[in-house]
């Protein structure tokens, strides 16, 4: 098979690393790639996907990011006849429009929090008074993984609303839930959906979940706190619904489906939804999957779901962001990395690139969230010693990490 995976981030570099695997796959090409992902790929310069897949004779295009799955790049290669991993504009909606999402969730009595919908900043301050602190308020567009401001006081609530409002002309502000947040993924060809994994990202930007809100700056998999019993009860009044609801709208889900679930006493309760593999839970995800990827993407693609094997190592995996200092404000680009060979030589570790480039022989930071560093181990406390020992072995002073992803 040939393949073209469009991306260029530590989750498409973490499925470039798993697809490469498969004896299926004869030609891999990465739109645009990166340097990591130039050792298992061929990198190229992709501007009409679409144009490519005809005239390279492409098999299956893998999605990463959600932006081209938002601007209808599924529905453009269906007309085509190319089959591709990611769903279609309108499934899309799901991570696109926070409102889209919360109608759909109380049209299918799909447990999540009370919410309001505002294009007007007045209306969308009023509506703040009714809650308790703190405040959750969401961009209702993409924001990168940072279009969500969690306020403890009115004041900063309504100075959230000034920000995001602009963003995407509308917003989201809905009810803080209490409990562990999940992250939970499941495939799905528009009938059939199959579990694929959890993990426990971790927000903050420091030590302790302090500071703001990023993309992700480390995460755990599978989590400790979130049992089958959570499992099953998380895909029976959560996602299995979602796919129905869909469906109920003449809307066909194929890809990955990414749940951010909140444990309440009550039980999961959904936070959002992401139309693609969440980043950095994406990393661990393909670290621990011991069965072959290409598969299970293609039959999604195809609308053939069915016997494929999905099998996973019984081994814990912890995931150390690397992010450039000032991430997610403000922060320097073309700081000098190195050490990734020494720190791919500790047990278990994969160093998986997101932010960066070479110049020349040089690898420099180009991002805010750099490289993800994974360990696997025998148990949590042996994944998170060798993560860390990856981390350590890194030189890039420009750079900084959480100490505490695990903990």
């Known amino acids: 098979m040939n393949i073209l995976l469009i991306g260029s981030g530590g989750r498409e570099h973490a499925l470039a690393w798993k697809i490469a695997q498969s004896a299926l796959v004869k030609r891999l ?3 645009p790639g990166n340097p990591g992902m130039a050792s298992v790929g061929e990198c190229r310069d992709v ?19 959600e932006q081209p799955l938002a601007e209808g ?3 453009q290669l269906e007309e085509a006849g190319i089959p591709c991993f990611g769903p279609c504009k309108e499934a899309a909606q799901l991570e696109a429009s926070k409102a889209f999402t919360k109608e759909l969730c109380i049209e299918a009595g799909i447990p999540t929090g009370r919410y309001g919908h505002f294009k007007d900043a007045e209306e969308a301050s009023s509506f703040l008074e009714t809650f308790e602190p703190p405040y959750v308020v969401k961009a209702d567009g993409l924001a990168a993984g940072k279009g969500v401001v969690i306020a403890e006081t009115l004041e900063d609530a309504r100075a959230a609303v000034s920000t995001l409002l602009p963003l995407s002309g509308s917003l989201v502000i809905e009810e803080f839930l209490h409990g562990r947040e999940m992250s ?22 420091f030590d302790g979940d302090e500071g703001p809100n990023t993309g992700g700056m480390g995460c755990i998999s599978p989590p400790p706190h979130f049992s089958k019993e959570l499992e099953d009860q998380a895909y029976a009044t959560i996602i299995e619904p979602t796919i129905k609801a869909l469906k109920a709208r003449g809307i066909t889900y194929r890809g990955v489906l990414y749940a951010g679930l909140m444990i309440t006493d009550t039980g999961p309760q959904l936070l959002e939804y992401n139309c693609r593999f969440g980043d950095p839970e994406c990393q661990l995800l393909m670290r621990r999957l011991t069965s072959d990827l290409v598969p299970v993407l293609l039959a999604a693609a195809q609308g053939t779901l069915g016997d494929q094997e999905i099998s996973w190592t019984d081994q814990a995996g912890t995931l150390i962001t690397y992010a450039a200092k000032g ?44 490289l993800s560093v994974t360990a696997l181990g025998s148990n949590p406390e042996e994944a998170r010693s060798r993560a860390y020992r990856g981390a350590g072995a890194i030189t890039w002073p420009q750079g900084f990490y959480r100490s505490d992803i695990g903990a």
């Open 73 to 75: 790049l599924a529905d």
């Open 184 to 205: 939970v993924f499941a495939i799905s060809d528009g009938e059939r959906v199959v579990r694929f994994g959890s993990a426990q990202d971790y927000k903050r930007a």
């Open 327 to 370: 991430y997610p404000g403000d922060y320097q680009k073309g700081s000098e990395i190195e050490g990734i060979e020494k720190a791919e030589a500790e047990d278990s570790v994969v160093v998986f690139h997101a932010g960066t480039t070479l110049e020349g022989e040089t690898l420099t930071a180009v991002g805010g969230r750099v």
């Open 47 to 65: 501007p009409d996907p679409v144009a490519f897949a005809k005239a390279e004779g492409i098999d299956l295009v893998v999605v990463g990011p």
């Open 29 to 31: 090409v990465c739109a």
